[in-house]
């Protein structure tokens, strides 16, 4: 299997990417797993996992079995530094970023973008907020609909009923209701049309704090 160097991060990925940054900018050398596990608030195993794929996807490299030599590439400080352009315009505008697409259907391959969406800061601080544009049904007796945008609070995880955006099996992504099962997770539709989706690998990215409506 070859590389995906053309997969843009997630949104977690994107703040591990700037962890890693800030910290060798600050100390001089890179963080740890653990140390960054702290930072982002997740495990070591899904930290593990979120480096693994951005070492993939191009965006860090690192001697193997070296401790505090992950380092972003050019690629990754070329991203960084169109992030860093975006926050540093005023506040009054208040640009929460437009991360990509997420599915009310099947689940698809989670895409970060680089736009923004004006809010005027009616979802509170922006650092932890992010939105994304709704593709597909299935969430339609909810009321959300295809094109339509979610507002999302990262997170890590989530209570029974909320309404999230998950990772599914690594890269694929999904707008649904979130439930914790025995061994796995259930990932509800609100369309008849859709089955419910059950998964013993899944990762809440966000949970959903708010809908704009796309007419």
């Not at 650092?127 to 999302?152: P, Q, T, W």
């Not at 909320?162 to 990772?167: G, N, S």
Request: with cysteine; hydrophobic share 35%; net charge positive.
């Amino acid at each position: 299997m070859g590389q995906k160097t053309d997969v843009p991060p997630t949104p977690r990925q994107v703040q591990l990417l700037r962890a890693i940054a800030e910290f060798a900018g600050r100390d001089g050398y890179s963080p740890t797993i653990g140390e960054l596990a702290q930072i982002a608030g997740v495990s070591r195993t899904t930290t593990f996992e979120h480096i693994e794929q951005l070492r993939k996807k191009g965006y860090i490299w690192g001697l193997a079995g070296k401790a505090r030599s992950l380092t972003p590439t050019s690629k990754a400080r070329k991203l960084l530094n169109q992030l860093n352009r975006h926050q540093s315009q005023t506040k009054e505008t208040a640009e929460i970023p437009l991360a990509g697409v997420v599915a009310a259907g099947m689940p698809i391959e989670a895409v970060e973008n680089k736009d923004n969406l004006l809010i005027n800061s009616l979802f509170g601080s922006c650092d932890d907020v992010f939105a994304l544009a709704v593709r597909g049904d299935s969430m339609k007796g909810e009321n959300i609909n295809h094109g339509d945008y979610v507002i999302c609070r990262r997170a890590s995880s989530a209570s029974d009923g909320q309404l999230v955006v998950a990772i599914v099996d690594n890269e694929n992504a999904t707008l649904k209701r979130f439930y914790k099962e025995p061994g796995r997770v259930r990932l509800q539709p609100a369309n008849d049309q859709y089955q419910p989706i059950y998964s013993d690998n899944c990762r809440v990215e966000g949970v959903v704090i708010g809908l704009i409506r796309k007419l």
